[in-house]
């Protein structure tokens, strides 16, 4: 497997039980880049908000966007990949503002596909009967956004080579 190398900031996204997590670090291995892991960011009043089954509201998600986008801002010029659901085109522009350079990668996927991976996740804080919320806030990336869309179907290396192949056509970032 050859490496990328890349000095995008890229953010996985897409709604929960997309693969955010298997997928992020394998494409960041692709690239030769650090991974972050979003769900850390959140501060545990989220955590204890959707492990009971409350979505999340806007000014919840407001600290933890912040956070996402100030490592993301760090790690601008260097690259790196971190995950995170940016479901809306305004917590998307919330995280442009932080780190102008960054892309996303849209896992997507039809919603029997995704349902079925999260019934098999194992300690996962976010329940299945959040997904409905997911795919009722998501707004898809518009064509004004740096970012590619990438099927979920088929195994975790190879979504991850698809979204690495994907990368290559997008210009190289502004700092």
Partial sequence: MQQLHTPHVVVVMGVAGTGKTTIGPLLAARLGVPYAEGDDFHPPANIAKMTAGTPLTDEDRGPWLDAIGGWAHGRAGLGGVVSSSALKRSYRD???????GVVFVHLTGSRELIEDRMSQRQGHFMPTALLDSQFATLQPLEP????????????????AERAANALKDLPEPVQ
């Fill in 144 to 159: 004004d956004e740096a970012g590619v869309a990438v099927d979920v179907a088929g195994a975790p290396e190879e979504i």
């Fill in 94 to 100: 919330r995280l442009r503002a932080a780190a102008p």
